[in-house]
């Protein structure tokens, strides 16, 4: 199997199975750089230059004994045009039709979603999982909405859709986001990092129970500044 993350996209994320840790190669250059988001919610980056050639291969002398062609488990990409079809019937299947009368998705219908922020779970070529990441002005805080977040029922339950969200989070906060918002279920997401907004603080465009709107506040002063109408950000 050959891995491509298509026209302008610029990562490659690949998990292996005898390794804790998720690798972020960015190949908008010559070179592969390597982000290690390890799965007790502590980030580091290390870079590690190497050709990009090489990703068949393996990484490095420590990890040489890994053919990424027959031993990734899953592959976790950048968003593209090509996965819209089937991103549409994942969350489809996730929400069914009421899901475009939510107040998020009518933030969503706004505009256009990053899809820089935005990605997906392949196994074994078949796109299983996906989330996307919307601009929005948030208070005065120029943030990102996560959602919708969506798994196939058939790879539930293996993690998947919180390691989307911890991949999206880490893009956004490398991206110079200042919080990523969401309205969930704080049982799910507050072990991701999520906390609270302020009771009734964001006005969205339509009804939504405020306390399950939840924030990973980046920059400082955060929840003091979320406090107005939510909205796209162009």
């Not at 079809?85 to 039709?97: K, M, R, S, Y």
């Not at 798994?151 to 999206?168: C, D, M």
Request: hydrophobic letters at 40%; aromatic letters at 8%; glycine letters at 10%.
């Amino acid at each position: 199997m050959c891995f491509c993350v298509g026209r302008g996209k610029f990562f490659l994320l690949i998990r292996f199975p005898d390794f804790k840790d998720t690798f972020l190669y960015d190949r908008s250059a010559d070179t592969a750089t390597t982000l290690i988001i390890d799965h007790d919610a502590r980030t580091s980056v290390i870079d590690i230059p190497c050709p990009v050639r090489s990703l068949s291969y393996g990484f490095g002398p420590s990890m040489s004994q890994h053919n990424v062609l027959y031993k990734h488990d899953l592959v976790y990409l950048t968003e593209d045009t090509s996965h819209d079809e089937v991103i549409e019937l994942i969350n489809a299947e996730a929400f069914g039709p009421g899901r475009h009368t939510r107040a998020a998705a009518r933030i969503r219908e706004q505009g256009p979603h990053d899809r820089t922020l935005s990605f997906v779970c392949a196994d074994d070529g078949e796109t299983i999982a996906s989330v996307r990441m919307t601009p929005v002005y948030a208070g005065s805080v120029k943030g990102h909405l996560l959602g919708p977040l969506a798994v196939r029922p058939s790879h539930k339950n293996r993690g998947i859709g919180r390691e989307l969200v911890r991949i999206a989070i880490e893009a956004a906060r490398r991206k110079g986001s200042e919080a990523v918002i969401l309205v969930g279920d704080p049982p799910y997401y507050g072990p991701l990092g999520f906390e609270k907004v302020a009771y009734g603080a964001l006005e969205f465009p339509g009804p939504v129970d405020p306390g399950r709107v939840l924030v990973v506040p980046i920059a400082a002063d955060v929840h003091a500044r979320l406090k107005g109408v939510i909205g796209w950000r162009g």
